[in-house]
């Protein structure tokens, strides 16, 4: 996480715990000429567009008050989606049973992405079975391997 998303967390999450909103993802980018501060959020049955509104009016508001970015940019406050980032243990541990993508920082059995069911979860480890051909296996994934998770959506 980098320092501008660290000072924004700190700012938006007494406010969207205010609302009964969870934090899933704070990004800050540079897309061509313009920058785009994303902050996706959740609740339980999920997020509709007048949940984003009124979270974007009020970390709009705050962010006005004492903003630790100094060049303009576009605030976008959304649901994570069906492919929702998996980045917390609570994260992975919600996620057991269901489909994930993983790409990894270094490949396991030659391979640097994995897409299968996530099995288990522990400190360490995550246990995900993917089909390889025609089989089924289980492949155990180091967490510090992980450069990124999410949901995945399989056909």
């Given at each position: 996480?980098?320092?501008?998303?660290?000072?924004v967390e700190t700012i938006i999450?007494?406010?969207?715990?205010?609302?009964?909103?969870?934090?899933?993802?704070?990004?800050?980018?540079?897309?061509?000429?313009?920058?785009?501060?994303?902050?996706?959020?959740?609740?339980?049955?999920?997020?509709?567009?007048?949940?984003?509104?009124?979270?974007?009016?009020?970390?709009?508001e705050a962010m006005d008050e004492?903003?630790?970015?100094?060049?303009?940019?576009?605030?976008?406050?959304?649901?994570?989606?069906?492919?929702?980032?998996?980045?917390?243990?609570?994260?992975?541990?919600?996620?057991?049973?269901?489909?994930?993508?993983?790409?990894?920082?270094?490949?396991?059995?030659?391979?640097?992405?994995?897409?299968?069911?996530?099995?288990?979860?522990?400190?360490?480890?995550?246990v995900m079975e993917v089909k390889?051909?025609?089989?089924?296996?289980?492949?155990?994934?180091?967490?510090?391997?992980?450069?990124?998770?999410?949901?995945?959506?399989?056909?």
């Amino acid at each position: 996480m980098s320092k501008i998303t660290e000072q924004v967390e700190t700012i938006i999450q007494p406010i969207l715990d205010d609302l009964k909103f969870e934090l899933v993802e704070i990004e800050y980018v540079k897309e061509g000429k313009d920058r785009f501060l994303r902050v996706s959020i959740d609740k339980e049955g999920g997020v509709d567009l007048n949940d984003c509104t009124l979270a974007s009016e009020k970390i709009s508001e705050a962010m006005d008050e004492n903003d630790p970015i100094p060049e303009m940019y576009y605030l976008d406050v959304a649901s994570p989606g069906a492919e929702r980032p998996i980045k917390k243990d609570k994260d992975f541990q919600n996620a057991v049973s269901q489909p994930i993508f993983v790409s990894l920082y270094a490949p396991i059995e030659g391979d640097k992405e994995w897409l299968g069911i996530l099995k288990s979860v522990d400190e360490d480890n995550i246990v995900m079975e993917v089909k390889e051909k025609s089989k089924t296996k289980e492949i155990e994934i180091p967490r510090n391997k992980i450069a990124k998770a999410r949901h995945a959506v399989m056909i």
